[in-house]
């Protein structure tokens, strides 16, 4: 996976873009062909080896305001929290245990080091603040992202793609085993797609357990959404765009016995509105054939304050690629 790592003697930076999951949601578990989208904003985690020799792993995390929200004193040896039981702190302790599992090097020495996280979002978005930090993590210690994500919280593993890749992906599990394809995508009508976050963060775990436990075959729905995100690849009709979206969000509706978001918030809405990720309450996609101004009119109306163009949100491609 790319990584981008900066390196300054003995200090480290690392960082993971957001997500937002387009197709296959749910299915991306079971082998469908998804299409995620890396967004401009993500994770920095910087590390400093200290000159004190005391073995401590100083961590501080940073929200979307600058304002530290977490503030730990780890023992590097043992792997464990001095200064808090908290549950988060509880959380990041398996992350880091793990991560040496897989690399016994990792946070090894007498040395001391003090980390600081940043992100660039709100937690409650949904757009990856775990999934950018075990790439990050993952990137530091050395090893392999979609393992450590195994390892711990489990998933798909394509928010940790999107956190390592710069361009739309392709994402697909064959047989437990991650492909990722970065792909130029940009529709003609990208001006025309916006992205709401409808305010109420859902918990992925919970998403999948629903998810696991509401369906035994599902290979018929995975091959039509795996066609659908091919499908959706290769239009740049605005009207096909929407039809294609339609149906995948009719297809999960029928098997996971969901009302679509459309149907359930926004039934008086002319455009088309999709899910993105686990449903309820996260980000949505919104097409639209009026005025951005009347669009946002139409949101705060519902409650609705947080909405994003494709150029305020996703991830430009970068300029080594435009040839």
Known sequence: MALRVTHSLNEYHFYGHGKLLLTSEYFV?????AL??????????????????DGLLYWVALNSKKQ???????????????????DVASRLVHLLSKARLLNPN??????????????EFPNEWGLGSSSTLIHCIAAWAGVNGYTLLKETIGGSGYDVACAAHHSPILYQLSDGVPYTEEVRWKPDFSDQLYFAYLGQKQLSSEGIKFYREKMQDKSQATEQLSKITRQ??????????EEHLQQHETIIAEALGMHCVKQKQFSDYEGQVKSLGAWGGDFVLMTCNNSPEQLKKYLQAKGINTVFSWEEIILPFPTWNNH
């Open 29 to 33: 578990l079971d082998g469908a062909l």
């Open 36 to 53: 995620a989208l890396p967004t401009k904003f993500g994770q920095h985690l910087r590390a400093k080896e200290l000159s004190g020799g």
């Open 68 to 86: 530290p929200w977490l503030n730990l004193v780890i023992d590097k040896e043992s792997l464990q929290c001095i200064n808090t039981e908290s």
């Open 106 to 119: 990792f946070l090894s020495g007498s040395r001391s080091i003090a980390v600081e996280t940043v992100l």
């Open 232 to 241: 959706i690849l290769s239009t740049n009709s605005l009207l096909e765009f």
